[in-house]
């Protein structure tokens, strides 16, 4: 069934684990990330539709194919807008029906996102939806989809972290603490004095994007941090695009159809690993 994530994060950050937020553009990612859920024991999971998507698939096709696909498994799923920065677009999705919204203000001067943000959270929270907000900046990495190149870190500050939970109401909210969006091009380096003073400061739950290529061991020690959101999209995408293009080598080519039967067990492939190191601390 589809749900806000309210109830799914409270209850990881109480348990000190993390839901994972997996990036899904076309019927097969959804199935992909809803077969991985399963199998793996009827974990929560947040599909994340990212604005920059919507050229795949429209805000009200998004809604309700995930709503369909959810009905069938008896498993929490949330239908996210990922990272927008158009307000128009956020209050839209909130009115086809998903359950929680990510209003993407951190290119924005401090006080108007923080303006922008708590609009948002007023006419959200009325519709019974879940607010993710974002505060530092992300820089982009290899293979990025979501960042450009222009990115650059900015680390969250804990003192205005607080202030802006304060007037804003969020109900999440994303930190900058050395991750990436993409792929890393070194060893991560994971600013988690940074996160512990902000998990001090907040007490609720933190959203961690660019969860793709961070190793086991710092997962944990984040989701220990008061992390309770992992965002993961390119490894998914990278994984089943070399995969599939070992597909089209052969003399042979596959049908269509058999090539996405084979791009949700790919997605799943990546759903699963990270479901593990999500949940086992």
Do not use: W
Not at 35 to 54: R, T
């Amino acid at each position: 069934m589809l749900v806000n994530f309210n109830e799914m994060l409270s209850r990881a950050y109480r348990e000190k684990r993390a839901v994972g937020s997996f990036n899904v553009y076309n019927y097969e990612t959804m199935r992909g990330v809803l077969d991985a859920a399963v199998e793996m024991g009827a974990k929560p999971v947040i599909l994340a539709f990212g604005a920059k998507y919507l050229e795949n698939m429209s805000l009200q096709d998004a809604y309700s194919m995930a709503l369909s696909l959810s009905r069938q498994r008896d498993i929490p799923v949330c239908l996210h807008l990922d990272h927008c920065s158009d307000l128009d677009v956020v209050f839209q999705a909130i009115r086809e029906g998903f359950g929680s919204v990510m209003y993407d203000g951190s290119g924005l001067p401090f006080e108007e996102n923080m303006a922008n943000t708590e609009l948002v959270c007023r006419f959200a929270h009325a519709c019974g939806v879940s607010v993710e907000a974002e505060l530092g900046s992300i820089a982009a990495g290899e293979a990025s989809h979501e960042g450009s190149a222009d990115d650059r870190e900015v680390y969250t500050d804990p003192a205005s972290a607080r202030e802006f939970v304060a007037r804003t109401g969020v109900d999440a909210l994303a930190v900058s603490i050395g991750t990436v969006h993409g792929l890393y091009k070194g060893v991560p380096n994971i600013r988690l004095d940074i996160l512990e003073e902000i998990n001090e400061a907040l007490k609720k739950p933190l959203v961690l994007h660019g969860g793709s290529g961070i190793p086991e061991k710092t997962i944990h020690a984040c989701i220990r941090g008061g992390v309770s959101k992992i965002n993961v999209n390119t490894e998914m995408s990278s994984h089943a695009v070399s995969e599939l293009s070992k597909r089209l080598e052969g003399p042979k080519l596959p049908h269509l159809s058999v090539l996405s039967l084979e791009e949700r067990s790919f997605i799943s492939d990546v759903v699963k690993k990270y479901i593990r190191f999500f949940e086992v601390l």
